[in-house]
């Protein structure tokens, strides 16, 4: 059963700083990898989708990374801004026909002006 | 409309009430999920449609929970006698086509709240 682990569950860092969000994920047998970000109160709002096949998707001052031998997904945020808190969360299809996501716990950012 | 769209935003219920709740995918996608997403915590799968067929209904957590997309496109998913565990906000997501690795879009959910 596939399961999506998120490090850490909350992180806060001062304006300008580059910062790593981690994913970890048990089965490397996936589709894809989807990362999101949902503002509080607010739906989720896809950043990046990075295929199986693929090792990097880039989007202004987002990168993130796949591993899948390694079971890991990392999304980078260069230069962090106050408008970058949110809650960040990495998603993985399952190896069912339907593509339902299995969601890590996400991880909460906060960027201090 | 260029996303996908859920009414009510927000909802209040007494235990023991019925709800409603709607999605309106994006025009022309094949695939709808419902997600329930606790406080705190990731969104979890309830149910898929591809186009109006539900085809897995694995993730509703009881049989007062009930899903449908008659013509294939707007969904509804009703709670029947909500209790208050059911307290969470329901994430609605399409996708174009009905293929695993398609992108999906999600709306803005609608947080309900049962007292």
């Known amino acids: 059963k596939q399961e999506v682990t998120q490090i850490p569950a909350a992180l806060s860092v001062p304006e300008g700083e580059n910062l790593v969000l981690n994913c970890s994920f048990t089965?490397?047998?996936?589709?894809?990898l989807q990362w999101f970000r949902q503002d509080p109160g607010k739906g989720l709002t896809s950043l990046l989708l990075?295929?199986?096949?693929?090792r990097e998707q880039t989007s202004g001052r987002l990168n993130a990374s796949l591993d899948k031998s390694s079971g890991r997904s990392t999304l980078y945020i260069a230069a962090s801004q106050p408008g970058d808190s949110a809650t960040y969360l990495c998603a993985v299809p399952t190896s069912s026909n339907t593509g339902k996501l299995i969601f890590g716990q996400g991880t909460t950012l906060q960027v201090k002006p | 409309g260029a996303g996908v769209s859920q009414s009510p935003r927000y909802k209040v219920a007494k235990r023991g009430q019925d709800v409603a709740l709607r999605c309106d995918p994006i025009s022309g996608h094949v695939s709808l999920f419902w997600y329930q997403q606790a406080l705190g915590q990731g969104p979890e799968f309830l149910t898929y449609f591809q186009n109006e067929a539900q085809l897995d209904k694995s993730g509703l957590p009881s049989d007062r929970f009930f899903a449908e997309r008659p013509e294939g496109s707007v969904s509804t998913l009703k709670i029947q006698r909500t209790q208050q565990e059911d307290s969470a906000v329901y994430l609605c997501?399409?996708?174009?086509?009905?293929?695993?690795?398609?992108?999906?879009?999600f709306g803005p959910g609608t947080r309900l709240t049962v007292l």
């Open positions: 990075i295929q199986s096949s693929q």
């Open positions: 997501a399409s996708t174009y086509g009905g293929l695993p690795d398609n992108e999906q879009f």
């Open positions: 089965d490397s047998a996936i589709y894809n």
